[in-house]
Antibody, heavy 120, light 107 residues
Framework: EVQLLQSGGGLVLPGGSLRLSCGAS????????MSWVRQAPGKGLEWVSTITASGDNIYYSDSVRGRSTISRDNSKNTLYLQMNSLRAEDTATYYC?????????????WGQGTLVTVSS | DIQMTQSPSSLSASVGDKVTITCRAS??????LAWFQQKPGKAPRSLIYATSTLQSGVPSRFSGSGSGTDFTLTIDSLQPEDFATYSC?????????FGPGTKVEVK
């Protein structure tokens, strides 16, 4: 069974930093692309970033590019999202997701979500 | 970016009803359209990918169709556990974009 266990959310001051983690089990982590998707309170889903299985290709939304870094450690079966220069509009529940394939953008399994609140 | 719209934004239905939700892309996306179900406070659940392929474990009362820019999610014989918000997503090109969601409520 695919499991994605997220950690790292919380309350952070504007301008602060946070690192989200997503531990994977139940599948061959190194063979699948992984993504982050967020959802602001009461709003729809918004894609944030994708990293291919090998880590060679990385994509970001315009809203986080230059402030966030997606990475993966295939030896630890873990996905990360380092978020810097956080703004109030980054407040959201962040979900990690396993892609359907090595380079796919389609998420077939989701983490439980972690809430990031940016507020003074 | 490809814009995704959905209609209706919400609907009221009863158990046993047939429900149809429409999703439209601002430009052609081939077959790269997915549908997700989400309940309050929960993570999304992947239902359908490649327009019409059911994710493993998804009941057969769910179906998807369409091509190009216009797509449909149909739920035959709505069940109590189906009351939720449904969102479409195009994954043909970066950035992948989601529709705003359709809330299916109890009539």
């Amino acid at each position: 069974e695919v499991q994605l266990l997220q950690s790292g959310g919380g309350l952070v001051l504007p301008g602060g930093s946070l690192r989200l983690s997503c531990g994977a089990s139940g599948f061959s982590f190194s063979q699948y692309a992984m993504s982050w998707v967020r959802q602001a309170p009461g709003k729809g889903l918004e894609w944030v970033s994708t990293i291919t299985a090998s880590g060679d290709n990385i994509y970001y939304s315009d809203s986080v590019r230059g402030r966030s870094t997606i990475s993966r450690d295939n030896s630890k079966n873990t996905l990360y999202l380092q978020m810097n220069s956080l703004r109030a509009e980054d407040t959201a529940t962040y979900y990690c997701g396993k892609a359907w394939g090595a380079i796919s953008k389609y998420i077939d399994n989701w983490g439980q979500g972690t809430l990031v609140t940016v507020s003074s | 970016d490809i814009q995704m719209t959905q209609s209706p934004s919400s609907l009221s239905a009863s158990v046993g009803d047939k429900v149809t939700i429409t999703c439209r892309a601002s430009q052609g996306i081939n077959i790269y359209l997915a549908w997700f179900q989400q309940k309050p406070g929960k993570a999304p659940r992947s239902l359908i990918y490649a327009t019409s392929t059911l994710q493993s474990g998804v009941p057969s009362r769910f179906s998807g169709s369409g091509s190009g820019t216009d797509f449909t999610l149909t739920i035959d014989s709505l069940q109590p556990e189906d009351f939720a918000t449904y969102s479409c997503q195009q994954y043909n090109t970066y950035p992948p974009t989601f529709g705003p969601g359709t809330k299916v409520e109890v009539k």
